[in-house]
């Protein structure tokens, strides 16, 4: 998942009354699905896909026509594979193409793998050569191991960058927070699957040193890095023993192919149908 | 979990070969207590707990003694509860109170619901009263909610702190990333339990705002948060679903008490023997 959280697009977020909401949509009164986006457009990622699911299937394709593609990949991102599924289905393949190119690399996966092979292969061939790429990297490692579970885009830099660069790049707001905690530090080049991976730097440290500072002299080089056939109770208690937000996953000559994120093992974590479980309120609002 | 997995205690960390590490103390050569720790002083605190569980008793209760209280505390933050009655068990009660305080007291009072009432009480009563009060009111809430998982000691800041202070307390080395991603904004007072809560400011926004600028102009206000009854499914939910790696957690009035951490749920979600169903090794790194 790439969508932050506190991610705010151009202005402020409304806090929308969830009962208002929910009353609104599943009711379907009279209103266009212009009118509803327009409503829509102040949730986040996670709640809009909540009103979706509860939206009849007519009406939830109606909405992910209309929304922007880079929108509509972020709410699928939260979805369940089979809305996912049903929603990619109803597009044009030209567009369901664009839609995965917007989503992050290793959610495309996740989708594309639930598929027909000549779905899934046809889809991969209408998308841009280097958005498919990773994805199709992606593909090939097992469900539910770090190579799976990893995006193939954390935030990458060479030695030779300063401190002030890894700051830069830590601070774009399109990166959520579990990412954009550690930069990684490899040798060119420096696009996964990158040179040979030399170490990674926490945000705090990067916040200790001062600007000029290059990264490769303040590296730290004591964490090891998994492989990525690393099961997910492995990579849990990797994390959890830790007590960091992401992980490094090399491949067999120490070059970077990705980093795991705590969002994407809480993910995969939780019962498959967790989104039900909770019935009709967005997550953690029950007793709010 | 108050122990930050990159932390440097003063100068390099050594690697230390795995093998080299567990053959050595499993075999209990004739080393004492003394050699041992000067290997183990370069271990992070959760490859020492390993250690240490795979110690025999007595060699255990050693090296406990040996140990400085904070290293003891972070140590036993990560052991099994078994491990850490024990452990707590066979040292006299001053200590025992000792390291106590300096352990995160949301780890100190999951070992202290542990211990027969009698001996809770006793330790509780030797502690500082300043320790002790947070560690009582976690031990209210029921185990695996919201109440029960959170730490009393989030980064709090009153709305007329500047940008630069809060950058300030997030590059502190002694807090966990997860527990450094985010401020909260609160009236005083600014201790737990605060004054009204306000909201919460993210580290990339931190990095993006000037640094003379107020965090009460910054405050992110449209994530809700978490009552203190909220369950474990109901926070992973939330913690996924919005990808953040921290949650708020109020009371009915309002006021901060506390914030769940990413990797408290982890451990959480992990079934209670996971360190022992990863054997010798530790966590991610069999395959690696």
Not at 2 to 18: I, M, P, Q, S, Y
Not at 85 to 92: F, Y
Not at 154 to 168: C, G, H, M, T
Request: glycine content about 8%; overall charge negative.
């Amino acid at each position: 998942a790439r969508g932050g959280a506190l991610r705010r697009r151009g202005g402020e977020t409304l806090t929308v009354d969830w009962e208002a909401v929910t009353g609104f949509a599943l009711e379907e009164q009279q209103q266009g699905a212009a009118n509803l986006l327009a409503t829509f457009d102040q949730l986040r990622p996670a709640d809009l896909a909540n009103v979706l699911h509860h939206l009849s299937e007519k009406r939830r394709a109606e909405v992910a026509a209309a929304l922007h593609d880079d929108r509509l990949a972020d709410v699928l991102e939260e979805l369940p594979d089979d809305d996912q599924v049903e929603i990619l289905g109803k597009l044009k393949d030209e567009r369901a193409a664009d839609v995965l190119e917007a989503m992050a690399p290793d959610d495309a996966a996740d989708l594309l793998s639930e598929l027909p092979e000549e779905e899934k292969e046809r889809l991969l061939g209408l998308m841009q050569p280097t958005e498919a790429d990773p994805v199709r990297r992606l593909l090939a490692y097992e469900e539910g191991t770090a190579g799976g579970l990893m995006t193939p885009e954390p935030i990458v830099l060479r030695p030779d960058a300063s401190v002030a660069e890894a700051l830069a790049r830590v601070r774009n707001e399109d990166l959520p927070a579990p990412l954009a905690a550690q930069v990684y530090v490899c040798r060119p080049p420096d696009e996964t699957p990158t040179g040979k991976y030399l170490g990674l730097i926490h945000f705090q440290r990067l916040l200790r040193e001062p600007p000029f500072a290059l990264v490769g002299s303040v590296v730290d080089t004591d964490l090891r890095p998994l492989p990525p056939g690393t099961t997910l109770p492995a990579l849990t208690s990797y994390l959890a023993a830790y007590n960091i937000v992401s992980a490094p996953v090399v491949d067999e000559g120490g070059h970077l192919l990705g980093a795991v994120t705590v969002d994407d093992v809480l993910d995969h974590l939780l019962p498959d149908d967790w989104r039900e479980a909770r019935g009709g309120a967005p997550p953690g609002l029950e007793g709010a």
